[in-house]
């Protein structure tokens, strides 16, 4: 076959040049441009986080969808609802959650950190007075310093630190000022979030129209195909795999809760709350979660608390080699070498959000090489015959 060689047309070599003229701009003005884009990206926020939330309210919205006004029969007021009613269901379902889950852990880690405060006063206050009621303990304490408290003056002490008080007022009202605004700030910026993603979701079909036109107006068939196949992988993959880890780690947390119970052990629904939550990170976050539980039952029991450390042990052995490979591993169709090596890399990029996320990205990656290679694989490219069970390659 013969090369084919461009063509420098006048309409290439303009774009060609448009294209250079842009890339110099980028290089010589990057500062300007890399604050710009920041202050961009800060300003946009809210749409950012509405949009990540409309894409988490939409995988429970669309399960109610399946289930409402689908029939036939339905009326037409049925069906005409069936869209707001739904996003309410969803948004309601997801604060229920939230809810449930907060009524669980504050009150209890509130009554943990009380018990935990009160006997640590129980210790040390009565060590201290016995210390200073005690003659031998005083004699061994230097002179210069039993002088010191003897002929200190206390009044004049204290007006100083009325004084260092009061002149340190100014700050702290611009402290609790900032505070106070960046919190009304915060509220705003998730109420727009919140607002946005209702928009996004009441009309995501007519939003989803619009983006098609735009690439198959701009850009090539072959790229416009491309795009739109790496989109429906990474929305199955992200799909599948936020189904799958809140299912398992809501199994985890109702076993923990469970065994907790049957053991007798003290703070289980909390615990079984924040194990289930924690274990939306995946491999990680149980372990987490047993952290803080392992801590509040020591302040109880320390036996207790090793037998809560045992039991989590077997459970996350159950959990790890029997539930996580059915609910999570197989549907995102990840090796376990991959997820561990995604959650290490995401979380020394990113912390927490980088191990949520490691895990749906790498699996993107993953699948779209592996269906490359298995179209490379059959159809070779020196003619040969191909293998694919689709039938011929184009």
Not at 87 to 104: D, H, K, Q, R
Not at 156 to 182: K, P, Y
Request: hydrophobic share 55%; proline share 5%.
């Amino acid at each position: 076959m013969e090369k084919q060689h461009t063509v420098w047309t006048p309409k290439l070599l303009l774009r060609l040049g448009i294209a250079l003229f842009l890339l110099y701009l980028a290089i010589h003005y990057w500062a300007a441009f890399s604050a710009f884009a920041l202050k961009a990206l800060r300003a946009a926020k809210p749409l950012v986080w509405g949009c990540i939330l409309a894409y988490l309210v939409n995988i429970l919205m669309v399960f109610y969808e399946r289930h409402y006004g689908k029939k036939a029969s339905a009326s037409l007021l049925v069906r005409k609802s069936r869209r707001p009613v739904c996003l309410l269901l969803a948004f309601l379902t997801l604060f229920g959650i939230a809810t449930a889950i907060v009524s669980l852990v504050i009150p209890e880690l509130i009554s943990a950190l009380e018990l935990i405060v009160d006997r640590i006063l129980k210790v040390v206050v009565p060590l201290l007075e016995n210390l200073l009621e005690n003659p031998d303990f005083v004699r061994f304490l230097p002179e210069e310093l039993l002088e010191f408290l003897n002929t200190m003056d206390w009044e004049s002490r204290l007006t100083q630190l009325l004084s260092l008080i009061t002149e340190g007022l100014g700050a702290t009202v611009i402290i609790a000022a900032d505070t106070v605004f960046s919190l009304i700030s915060t509220l705003v910026s998730l109420l727009i979030a919140v607002i946005f993603s209702v928009y996004v979701l009441l009309s995501k079909e007519k939003l989803l129209c619009q983006f098609g036109r735009l690439c198959r107006r701009y850009l090539r068939p072959s790229w416009n195909a491309k795009l739109s196949h790496v989109l429906h992988v990474a929305n199955d993959c992200f799909h599948r795999y936020i189904v799958g880890q809140c299912l398992e780690a809501a199994i985890l947390g109702v076993l923990c809760t469970v065994g907790m119970l049957l053991l007798g052990l003290p703070y289980a629904p909390m615990i079984g709350a924040l194990i289930g939550v924690t274990a939306l990170i995946p491999v990680a976050g149980a372990y987490i979660g047993a952290l803080v539980g392992v801590f509040l039952i020591l302040t109880i029991s320390p036996v207790e608390a090793l037998v809560f450390l045992v039991f989590l042990v077997v459970l996350q052995q159950f959990e790890g080699n029997i539930i996580y490979p059915k609910v999570v591993g197989s549907s995102i169709g990840l090796p376990a070498i991959w997820v561990l090596a995604a959650i290490t890399v995401g979380g020394g990029l990113s912390g927490i959000v980088g191990m949520l996320l490691g895990v749906p990205i790498t699996s993107i990656v993953y699948r779209l090489i592996e269906e490359d290679l298995e179209q490379k694989d059959a159809c070779p490219p020196q003619g040969g015959a191909c293998t694919s069970p689709d039938g011929p390659c184009a």
